[in-house]
């Protein structure tokens, strides 16, 4: 762990130090090294919480949206799944971590331990149980942050979800304005779709499409219309009063094979006289004949019914269609004038309506609070770690806490 925040000194004072030795300065006083220090492990604090939060938070977003834009992953559930599966690899990132930071840190110290204080036992032995104190404190600590963040996400998450029912409760058509964050440019953008959205073109699409979603409930109307006009119906039905009387037939003839089939059974095997079984055995016959013989007889019915609609279709053929098409225009333009009548005078007030950018604002202000669990979550893994990296500067031993945060 110390080897990981002097790396990051290294890193961040390397430029300062490098212009020093390029200028002759008089030697800098304890207060001010001390001075000079904490500002630095403050500043460091400060960085570590931004790329932690960045790592947890905008980077996870940010991720995704790019597989959203990519077309790696689809729609609302596709992002929000691939969030929570990215959320869940940082955890396990985590775990492994705190892991790795016992494995190295805690062997440098005791090693440090044990170089320092090679001739005096008992500081060695002193100083070697504060090191297994400090990481047995920080293996508890580590992974209880592991827990945090887990429950971190969830609140993210949960958060995302009332903040898409605030978006989608007060601006659902616009999802283009919940991008922008101040109220006044919200407004602007509802304004500059609603401008789109209202010229005669795009009012004459909206009732085309209106009207496509209609067509399936007038079509029936139409084409029963259509056929009466055309003769189709009649043609129909008289060709129905012969199929029915065929279909009777049918029923009559194999009503007759089964009731002869029945004789013969219960005749050759003298039912009437021999024991029960031979009776409910010629009744089962009878029965499967039946049921056999009225399949044949719908299905027969049925190809004999679609025959003669299809010929009587075919017989009105120009003339019926020549009807429908007819029929269907008249009404697609009565419909679509109508609908442009009435949306023209009120679609832009109407569309600005469906996007109360005022109460969605407040839906969101409901939501925020002056909590960040992510920025507290950094701040406070923070203080772990630097805590745990802590040492005595007189003896250079880390220093025991009770806890650790």
Request: aromatic fraction near 6%; include cysteine.
């Amino acid at each position: 762990m110390q080897k990981a925040i002097v790396l990051i000194l290294a890193i961040v004072v390397a430029p300062a130090a490098g212009a020093s030795l390029r200028r002759r300065e008089d030697p800098a006083k304890p207060a001010d090294i001390k001075d000079k220090w904490e500002k630095m492990d403050g500043f460091l604090g400060v960085m570590f919480t931004m790329a932690c939060k960045w790592k947890n938070g905008k980077d996870v977003a940010g991720l995704a949206s790019e597989k959203l834009k990519d077309g790696e992953v689809e729609g609302a559930d596709g992002y929000n799944a691939f969030v929570k599966k990215t959320q869940a690899g940082n955890v396990e990132g985590l775990k492994k971590s705190c892991g790795l930071v016992i494995a190295e840190s805690k062997k440098k110290c005791r090693d440090g331990c044990a170089t320092k204080w090679n001739a005096m036992a008992t500081k060695r032995d002193s100083c070697d149980e504060k090191c297994v104190s400090v990481y047995a404190n920080f293996d508890r600590s580590c992974k209880s942050k592991v827990d945090n963040l887990e429950k971190v996400f969830a609140q993210k998450r949960a958060m995302a979800g009332a903040q898409k029912q605030c978006y989608e409760g007060h601006c659902k058509e616009f999802p283009m304005v919940w991008m922008k964050t101040k109220e006044s440019e919200q407004k602007a953008e509802v304004k500059t779709q609603c401008d789109k959205r209202c010229t005669d073109k795009n009012i004459k699409v909206g009732c085309e499409t209106k009207w496509a979603a209609e067509i399936d409930f007038v079509s029936a109307e139409v084409n029963s219309d259509c056929a009466e006009k055309s003769g189709v119906s009649k043609c129909i039905k008289g060709k129905k009063d012969s199929v029915s009387a065929d279909y009777d037939k049918c029923k009559s003839k194999a009503k007759g094979v089964c009731d002869k089939a029945y004789t013969e059974c219960t005749t050759k095997s003298n039912a009437d006289k021999n024991f029960k079984d031979a009776k409910a055995f010629c009744d089962d016959r009878k029965n499967v004949c039946a049921k056999q013989a009225d399949e044949n007889c719908l299905n027969e019915n049925r190809a004999n019914i679609n025959k003669a609609e299809a010929e009587c279709n075919k017989k009105a053929g120009k003339e019926l269609t020549k009807c429908q098409d007819e029929g269907l225009d008249k009404l697609k333009k009565s419909s679509e004038s109508k609908c442009i009548e009435k949306r023209k005078p009120t679609c832009k007030k109407d569309c600005k309506e469906s996007c109360e950018v005022g109460k969605m604002k407040e839906c969101l202000l409901k939501l925020e609070s002056e909590d960040d669990p992510g920025k507290m979550f950094c701040e406070d893994f923070w203080t772990l770690l630097h805590n745990a990296a802590e040492t005595d500067p007189v003896t250079g031993d880390p220093i025991t806490l009770l806890s650790l945060p």
